[in-house]
């Protein structure tokens, strides 16, 4: 299958950019020992919350955070941490995840400069902050490749809803339809399709071939064969 006409690829980062089971398990393991102050119990009720599994470092597939926003997980941690404002948990969250290291499925730079070199636009739509996903794509050596970088935080309504993607098209300036989705959730499909985009789904992410294949043009083990597909 090949898709044709593209104009630009708008990329989710966590899951998709980077894969996420292995870029989070150790920042949450982390992060939940430091809130803890190394109470086990307490810990555990916190991975609890953000469906966590410790021993396994790795999350559900059910998490709410995994397509979720910073201000999501500090809803649900900040339940176990009466003592901590959410404004500071939130601040809290994305100071330290922004300097997660994030491990990428396939080498970026080769595969991101191809795109470039065709003339392709390329950006990313992220519920995460955009600080931390700034932070991400600067140290990935990355950042320069994007022509605009939304987070939940950037002034748009996160997926699933369609505004972030909507609001890159026209920051772009290229229709909604010759802009492809690329993501590791459903929330990034059903935002693609309502906004009109084509939709690539990768499993990079916590969710599978199943849950993507019914909002996805196409299910990818990974984003580089993303070649393969964007004539």
Not at 34 to 56: E, P, R, V, W, Y
Not at 180 to 201: C, E, F, P, W, Y
Request: aromatic share 6%; net charge negative.
């Amino acid at each position: 299958m090949k898709l044709t006409g593209v104009s630009a690829i708008l990329f989710d980062k966590d899951g998709t950019l980077f894969d996420f089971s292995t870029s989070w398990a150790g920042w949450v393991c982390r992060i939940l020992d430091d809130l803890s102050k190394g109470n086990t119990a307490h810990a555990n009720a916190m991975a609890a919350a953000i469906q966590f599994d410790m021993g396994a470092r790795r999350f559900a597939p059910t998490s709410p955070v995994i397509a979720g926003t910073i201000d999501d997980a500090a809803e649900l941690l900040g339940v176990h941490l009466p003592q901590m404002s959410h404004k500071a948990l939130v601040t809290y969250l994305a100071e330290t995840s922004a300097e997660a290291p994030m491990v990428p499925p396939v080498p970026l730079v080769p595969l991101l400069s191809g795109f470039q070199k065709r003339g392709v636009l390329m950006g990313v739509a992220t519920n995460d902050g955009e600080m931390p996903a700034r932070a991400h794509l600067t140290r990935a050596g990355i950042l320069h490749l994007f022509s605009h970088i939304l987070g939940y935080d950037s002034g748009f309504t996160p997926k699933p809803d369609p505004a972030m993607l909507l609001a890159y098209a026209q920051l772009a300036g290229v229709a909604p339809q010759a802009v492809v989705m690329v993501g590791d959730s459903t929330h990034d499909l059903v935002a693609g399709q309502a906004a009109g985009m084509r939709t690539i789904g990768v499993l990079t992410g916590m969710a599978s071939k199943d849950d993507l294949a019914p909002f996805a043009d196409i299910v990818l083990p990974h984003i580089g064969h993303l070649p393969d597909i964007i004539a």
